[in-house]
């Protein structure tokens, strides 16, 4: 019989799928892969080899009042020569729904008119969850790393424009909660959503104030369920007109880490900051200046899908990026540089994100 720590080093490696059919080899390799330490284990690795995750959709032939989501992912970003296409998931929808999506690690949430579903790009099993009551505004998928659990927040709508939460926990190995359970205390922080981003334990929102005009985040820690206001990062020569005209800014995690994208005064470099701890004793939060990227002519379009760290130096790493000619692009932060990734036309998909092999499930 192989060590413990061995047998452990062994099977982290391997994808979520096959670790889940060795369970069946011995009782010892079942306690092994079932244990906190080992699914932890499983995802540092996991992080270091991403896919990433597309969804098209697509009018249905010879039916106008109907669509086609199809779930693909390009597996192993860093497989030379090239990564592969794989098709994982189809599902026809009424045309005039509209559908929204959130993602986090191996799952995608998504909706279909007032109903939300969870599906597991690693076990391809699809969950319906239970329906919302309430008017859907929008809804986020977050993960608690200190507590190995997943929670989704769906916001609602009330009477004189105000907003309402609702939540749901999920947690590993566990049936799914049969109703959702209101958030209580809570100001009405939340306005007109612009972007959205899980990282580290809370969910942040990128959202335009309707009383003045700009443009604020908004941040809902998991654990404690508590919200706070935070400042967006300031560049003294960017007007907020020309922020609005380009859509400037993305929200992105680097390292770890919460941060915002945005152009320089010119538009040739997009400048990323990371939300770090300042002073320790009031808890002050700031902003720092993370990584310029020259952009080469890009344009004014693109998506950062991710970062992904490199495996000797967790300082720097690869982001990912999606510009408008619809290639898949790499940006080595410590040599400054793009190269492309495989022949893929990435235009015909609407989202892009990245996603990693998890061995959470839910019954």
Same mark, same amino acid.
């Given at each position: 019989?192989? %060590? ?19 369970? @069946?080899?011995?009782? *010892?390799?079942?306690? +092994? ?63 005039? !729904? ?24 690693? +076990?391809?099993?699809?969950? &319906?969850? %239970? !329906?919302? +009551? ?19 927040? *769906? ?10 939460? /609702? ?9 799914? %909660?049969?109703?959702? =359970?209101?958030? /209580? ?5 939340? +306005? =007109? ?8 334990? @809370? ?19 998991? /654990?404690? &369920? ?15 007109? @020309? ?9 992105? &995690? ?37 990584? @310029? ?24 790493? /690869?982001?990912?990026?999606? %510009? ?18 495989? &022949? ?7 989202? *892009? ?11």
């Amino acid at each position: 019989m192989l %060590p413990c720590d061995l047998l452990e080093e062994i099977l982290s490696r391997l994808p979520a799928k096959n670790v889940c059919q060795l369970k @069946s080899v011995s009782k *010892h390799w079942l306690n +092994t892969i079932s244990t906190p330490h080992f699914k932890k284990l499983h995802y540092k690795k996991s992080i270091k080899n991403p896919h990433l995750v597309l969804i098209d959709e697509s009018i249905k032939c010879n039916n106008y009042f109907a669509k086609t989501l199809t779930i693909s992912s390009i597996n192993h970003l860093k497989q030379n020569p090239a990564p592969n296409l794989d098709k994982k998931f189809t599902i026809d929808i009424l045309f005039q !729904h509209n559908t929204n999506f959130s993602f986090n690690q191996c799952f995608i949430c998504y909706n279909i008119k007032d109903n939300i579903w969870l599906y597991n790009l690693t +076990t391809q099993q699809n969950q &319906e969850l %239970p !329906h919302v +009551t309430n008017p859907m505004i929008s809804f986020d998928l977050g993960y608690i790393p200190s507590s190995n659990e997943f929670k989704i927040v *769906h916001v609602f709508g009330k009477k004189d424009d105000k907003v309402g939460y /609702e939540i749901i926990t999920l947690k590993d190995d566990n049936f799914v %909660p049969t109703s959702w =359970r209101i958030l /209580e205390n809570h100001k009405n922080l939340y +306005t =007109r959503k612009i972007a959205s981003l899980s990282v580290n334990g @809370s969910i942040y929102w990128l959202v335009n104030d309707m009383q003045d005009n700009k443009k604020r985040i908004v941040c809902l820690e998991l /654990e404690n &369920e508590e919200f706070r206001k935070i400042s967006c990062p300031k560049e003294s020569s960017i007007t907020q007109n @020309s922020l609005m005209i380009y859509q400037a800014q993305q929200l992105v &995690e680097v390292k770890g880490l919460f941060g915002v994208a945005q152009f320089s005064a010119n538009f040739s470099n997009v400048n990323i900051f990371v939300l770090k701890q300042g002073n320790k004793k009031n808890k002050e939060e700031i902003w720092v200046k993370e990584f @310029s990227v020259n952009l080469f002519h890009m344009g004014h379009w693109f998506k950062i899908v991710g970062f992904v760290p490199f495996e000797e130096d967790n300082n720097n790493g /690869e982001l990912i990026f999606v %510009p408008n000619n619809g290639r898949l692009l790499l940006y080595n932060t410590k040599k400054g540089s793009f190269k492309n990734v495989g &022949e893929f036309n990435l235009l015909r998909y609407k989202h *892009h994100s990245l996603y990693f092999d998890s061995l959470f499930l839910f019954r």
